[in-house]
């Protein structure tokens, strides 16, 4: 493991995510999904999101189009968390449904506008 990298990606995972949502998976890791949870802090955090090329709310738009792709609703919540945390608007989530819409297909749509409704709800 880089530890500079590791180091980086904690930072970039908690001002993502917040403190309190890292700090919660850390504490549901155990030593067998410890070294998952070290590579995606190393490498999705501190290499992917890190880079400085796309700017975080591109970033979180182009993440939310992955997930919703793939359907990983559970992430695609926590996505959608992020978004918001990273500046992203409810116009654009609402403007990036529509794109889900059209190139995911309507079902995928649905699904993603109910995790966006759920992550809404105070």
Request: aromatic share 8%; hydrophobic share 45%; charged share 20%.
């Amino acid at each position: 493991m880089d530890q500079q990298r590791y180091d980086v990606g904690l930072a970039t995972r908690k001002a993502v995510l917040t403190p309190e949502h890292v700090e919660t998976t850390f504490r549901n890791t155990d030593a067998f999904t410890q070294p998952l949870q070290n590579l995606i802090t190393e490498i999705c955090w501190g290499v992917g999101w890190a880079d400085d090329a796309l700017e975080r709310p591109k970033r979180s738009l182009l993440t939310l189009g992955i997930l919703a792709a793939m359907g990983r609703f559970g992430e695609f919540e926590t996505h959608v968390r992020a978004a918001l945390n990273n500046g992203v608007t409810k116009a654009e989530l609402q403007a990036t449904l529509i794109h889900i819409a059209i190139y995911c297909g309507m079902p995928v749509a649905v699904e993603s506008a109910r995790s966006m409704q759920r992550v809404f709800k105070p």
